[in-house]
Nanobody, 122 residues
Framework: QVQLVESGGGLVQAGGSLRLSCAYS?????MAWFRQGPGKDREFVAA????????SYSDSVKGRFTISRDVAKNTMYLQMNILKPDDTAVYYC??????????????????WGQGTQVTVSS
């Protein structure tokens, strides 16, 4: 049973920073972060390939967010800087063993965490 557990969400003022963590069952995955704001569809945020060498970011977070992973700790991170009210959402980590590269589509991922709330006040 693959498990993904997010943590690190919270309330922060605009311009501030947060770091999300996603602890995962040991294996080799292509992984990603998605988010779902109030009344919105779940959208892609960032991803890296199974090797970890290739990454991708949505245009809305590029230059402000950084995805990374600590293989020894089986943990993926999302460092979020210069946060904006539009970043307010539930953030989900996702993983799949079916891909070598990454995908921006929710349907490509088989395993999901429970989500962690990020609220950015203006």
């Amino acid at each position: 049973q693959v498990q993904l557990v997010e943590s690190g969400g919270g309330l922060v003022q605009a311009g501030g920073s947060l770091r999300l963590s996603c602890a995962y069952s040991p294996s080799n995955y292509a992984m990603a972060w998605f988010r779902q704001g109030p009344g919105k569809d779940r959208e892609f945020v960032a991803a890296f390939s199974r090797s970890g060498y290739s990454t991708s970011y949505s245009d809305s977070v590029k230059g402000r967010f950084t995805i990374s992973r600590d293989v020894a700790k089986n943990t993926m991170y999302l460092q979020m800087n210069i946060l904006k009210p539009d970043d307010t959402a539930v953030y989900y980590c996702a993983a799949t063993q079916r891909l070598v590269f990454y995908s921006r589509n929710t349907s490509a991922y088989d395993y999901w965490g429970q989500g962690t709330q990020v609220t950015v006040s203006s």
